[in-house]
T-cell receptor
């Protein structure tokens, strides 16, 4: 259980184009999803929190107009990198919050990640 | 300011021996801690978690210890296997938030 998928797994695009990445919770509903970015040999940096049916909450320093997040259903969140530039090249990872209920605490389950290369 | 730190960037352990990965945190408001395992170009895989009301949690070969007074947690893997070779991240979150703060990771190499 608690499987999260991400699509595409990798994408190469030209500078100036927009790229959409999908994150799906396959066997549970997730009112909250998260988007992270990881640079080589560095930690995961939280970009934004995606809440179903409401606006995403962005971390300090993350441009909301650059990274558009839409959480239209309980199993799908999308991240669109608008007008991508080479500096946006990175590994983007989403996670979905699994609420076990009862005394068990929540756990984020991660997708496999999307490698973006902007030429 | 790095609120969650993993001071050892790498660790090598012989197969069958114990692997001990350490993590320190500075924010006393953190009350939930997790360990994830990550292979290159993949998303992190959840391993084990611990709430601040406990000082130990065990799941198979994995045990997490929490020392709240020292703001320190550790992950013990015993016995270590070559398939355990990966980067391990600890993460922490506080009451009222589901956001995780991740450490910088420790690369574990288990030698056959």
């Amino acid at each position: 259980g608690a499987v999260v998928s991400q699509h595409p797994s990798w994408v190469i695009c030209k500078s100036g184009t927009s790229v959409k990445i999908e994150c799906r919770s396959l066997d549970f509903q997730a009112t909250t999803m998260f988007w992270y970015r990881q640079f080589p040999k560095q930690s995961l940096m939280l970009m934004a929190t995606s809440n179903e049916g409401s606006k995403a909450t962005y971390e300090q320093g993350v441009e909301k107009d650059k990274f558009l997040i839409n959480h239209a259903s309980l199993t799908l969140s999308t991240l669109t990198v608008t007008s991508a530039h080479p500096e946006d090249s990175s590994f983007y990872i989403c996670s979905a919050l699994f609420l076990a209920g009862g005394l068990l605490q929540e756990t984020q389950y991660f997708g496999p990640g999307t490698r973006l290369l902007v030429l | 300011d790095q609120q969650v730190k993993q001071n050892s960037p790498s660790l090598s352990v012989q197969e069958g021996r114990i692997s001990i990965l350490n993590c320190d945190y500075t924010n006393s408001m953190f009350d939930y801690f997790l360990w994830y395992k990550k292979y290159p170009a993949e998303g992190p895989t959840f391993l084990i978690s611990i709430s601040s009301i406990k000082d130990k949690n065990e799941d198979g070969r994995f045990t997490v210890f929490l020392n709240k007074s020292a703001k320190h947690l550790s992950l013990h893997i015993v016995p270590s296997q070559p398939g355990d070779s990966a980067v391990y991240f600890c993460a922490a979150s506080g009451t009222g938030t589901y956001k995780y703060i991740f450490g910088t990771g420790t690369r574990l190499k288990v030698l056959a």
